[in-house]
């Protein structure tokens, strides 16, 4: 059965929960132009009332870096950077991201350097698969929580190689999870949260130093 969990839907709602966040921290922050030399740029954000404080956003051809509370990511695309989040921002919209889009273009390993382990989703994908196999398999709600679950249960659901190993173990009478399709990461908080300082500082620059037509 296909389970009804969307790890699509999950990161609309992470997306969107950051962004309100990132507005409500972003009241009093400012952009500092430190460099503006075509497409060598230095950009300077302070954010007083974030927990993210302070960054620094760099470009030169090919690149934007990004570096501060938050982490450092270098992104890598197109000559000019500014150019390629400002056509990635959803039109007449400000600080839209597609951190799918974007994560791919980090360096060096795209999206696997920005994404953890989705211990709750695995989670809920073995409650709810095991839910979905009770009838053919009775007692077999009781036996993962025991199995997987309770205090004296040996699985490590805690890290992703010890999620799918207990899962490749676990055999209740003749049931196996079947964990294709499982999506077992998820992109990083802060991650999101950079995306959204990269959308806003693009905006705030194009403010300042309106985009040539």
Not at 161 to 175: I, M, S, T, V, W
Request: proline share 3%; charged share 30%; with cysteine.
């Amino acid at each position: 059965m296909t389970s009804t969990i969307d790890p699509g839907a999950e990161l609309k709602a992470r997306i969107a929960e950051i962004k309100e966040r990132f507005a409500a921290e972003s009241g009093d922050a400012t952009v500092t132009v430190r460099r503006d030399d075509g497409l060598y740029r230095h950009l300077e954000v302070n954010m007083p009332k974030s927990s993210a404080y302070w960054c620094e956003l760099m470009t030169w051809p090919g690149a934007l870096a990004i570096t501060g509370h938050t982490g450092t990511h270098v992104f890598r695309r197109d000559d000019d950077m500014l150019a390629f989040f400002r056509m990635c921002m959803s039109t007449g919209i400000s600080w839209e991201v597609d951190a799918r889009y974007w994560a791919e273009k980090v360096q060096p390993h795209g999206e696997r350097d920005v994404q953890s382990y989705a211990k709750n989703r695995v989670r809920a994908y073995i409650k709810q698969a095991a839910q979905e196999a009770e009838a053919d398999h009775p007692g077999l709600v009781d036996e993962v929580e025991e199995e997987l679950f309770s205090r004296y249960s040996s699985a490590d659901l805690e890290t992703e190689a010890g999620a799918k190993a207990a899962l490749a173990r676990f055999e209740f009478d003749g049931f196996r999870f079947d964990t294709a399709g499982w999506e077992f990461t998820e992109y990083d908080y802060w991650f999101i949260y950079t995306c959204q300082v990269i959308a806003w500082t693009v905006a705030q620059y194009d403010a300042r130093v309106p985009v040539a037509a």
